[in-house]
């Protein structure tokens, strides 16, 4: 039975990594996937000798010696702690979108325009590399990318050095949101998961991150490609934001969200508490300057409906990426599933024992640095939610271990060296229309130099601490 449940597991892994060619969206067989491998655990309880215990991180031999009822009681269980656990990380995900959504509803993103004042391209190739470290770093990479070049469509308009910013953006991005526990999606699964926590992952990857971005981005400000100043725009780069409020939201929501880690710092309360009372004060200051008497908890009559669709709030929330919060869904669950069998126990138990003399050995575990490098490589092929999620069931090293740290970086950067190997990569490529093999070719180059020096910087750094 776990053969099969492995098949279907690897073949829905397939199927999204295939998106493009098969086009169905990731999130079916990411939902399809997770469903089938708990049917066929609760069909085939009784063939299972083994159980890991995610509370205790541990193995339970003494499972095949368990009753049926006692058997389905203790998946009921599990299925119970592995679904609380990533609802915490979609709860957590829902208002930072959220919250985004509300800036953007007042053009907040419009008062970043005000930074580009030049006409240089190896200046403004600068101005948005920092920016893109910087924001994803609070509005998360994936934002950060969409907010950045929307910016840039309006100021660039030659498509080809538009795609060349884009792929530089792409990499600043990955790199901003990997030292930053709300700034990729892997990162705050690792965070909330109290793999790291936002002190120790600012001391140990701010360094590597940061020369991951500047490396790729020194290289090519001496490329043709950005030699030069840009055409006049169609557009002025000063044009006033349509809201009065732009620049008041902006700066109100970046600190509603960067205020997150603080909460949980003081409270020790989960993350997504905090992100909630964010978005909650968030929303009030949003409701009063739009002026209007809509309540979120009273949406059934017609005409708090018809109200309803001039809050910034509704508005809002009718705009947030329910597909991605589905389909990590459907990958944390599938990955719970192998993780509640001890198949990833087994597995890891097995890379310790024979890897180690491949690479470096970490300094206080048994994996070696060329398994977390082939994990950053691989989450350039294939998405790195499940690679993030399928190590979290692998390892038990204690929190803030440089596993962790290392994992975090490699993860979030490594998606850069193929346009489709991050969510940044992949919003890009919608926007503006990149070719794959442009991307292989022009940038690719650039973002493999940017993670191995990085992942140098890591290696030395953590000798630091």
């Known amino acids: 039975m776990e053969i099969v449940i492995i098949l279907v597991f690897v073949l829905g892994y397939l199927a999204i990594t295939l998106e493009h060619n098969l086009k169905i969206d990731k999130l079916i067989p990411a939902l399809v996937m997770m469903a089938l491998c708990w049917a066929l655990i609760a069909l085939g309880i009784d063939n299972f000798s083994q159980w890991f215990d995610s509370g205790q991180h541990a193995i339970l031999d003494t499972f095949g010696l368990l009753n049926h009822e006692e058997k389905i009681h203790l998946m009921d269980e599990t299925l119970l ?50 920016l893109g470290f910087g924001l994803s770093a609070i509005i998360d990479n994936l934002t950060a990318t969409i907010v950045l070049i929307s910016i840039l469509q309006k100021i660039v308009k030659d498509k080809e050095v538009r795609m060349y910013y884009a792929g530089l953006i792409i990499i600043a991005a990955n790199a901003g949101g990997a030292w930053s526990p709300i700034g990729d999606v892997t990162t705050t699964m690792l965070w909330i998961g109290k793999k790291v926590t936002t002190g120790h992952l600012l001391a140990y990857l701010f360094v590597p991150s940061f020369l991951c971005m500047f490396v790729p981005t020194l290289i090519a400000s001496f490329l043709p490609a950005f030699r030069g100043d840009l055409a006049p725009s169609t557009e002025e780069l000063d044009s006033k934001p349509k809201s009065k409020y732009s620049a008041r939201m902006l700066y109100l929501g970046l600190a509603g969200i960067i205020s997150v880690p603080i909460f949980k710092t003081v409270t020790h309360l989960p993350p997504y508490v905090g992100m ?156 503006e229309k990149i070719d794959f093999f442009w991307y292989l070719k022009k940038i690719s180059w650039l973002a493999l130099i940017g993670f191995v020096v990085g992942s140098a910087a890591f290696m030395i750094t953590r000798t630091l601490y």
Request: avoid cysteine; charged fraction near 15%.
């Open 81 to 130: 702690h592995h679904l609380g656990k990533t609802a915490e990380i979609l709860v957590f995900l829902l208002g930072a979108m959220t919250i985004v959504e509300i800036i953007d509803y007042f053009d907040g993103f419009s008062t970043i325009k005000t930074f580009v004042k030049t006409k240089s391209k190896r200046k403004i190739l600068w101005i948005f590399a920092f």
């Open 276 to 431: 909630m009372l964010a978005l909650g004060i968030v929303s009030v200051f949003a409701e009063v300057y739009s002026k209007t008497k809509f309540s979120i908890t009273e949406i059934d009559s017609e005409s708090n409906d018809t109200v309803g669709h001039h809050s910034p709030v509704h508005s809002s929330l009718s705009k947030i990426e329910l597909p991605s919060i589905l389909f990590f869904l459907g990958i944390l669950m599938a990955v719970a599933a192998l993780e509640s069998l001890g198949i990833l126990f087994d597995f890891a138990s097995g890379l310790k024992s024979t890897l180690p003399m491949l690479g470096t050995e970490l300094h206080h575990s048994g994996v070696s640095d060329l398994v977390i490098l082939l994990l950053g490589v691989g989450s350039a092929v294939i998405d790195n939610v499940p690679l993030v999620a399928a190590s979290l069931g692998m390892f038990s090293e204690p929190t803030d271990n440089e596993l962790w740290h290392f994992i975090a970086y490699s993860a979030g950067t490594g998606g850069s060296m193929l346009i489709i190997g991050s969510a940044a990569g992949v919003v890009a490529m919608g926007m």
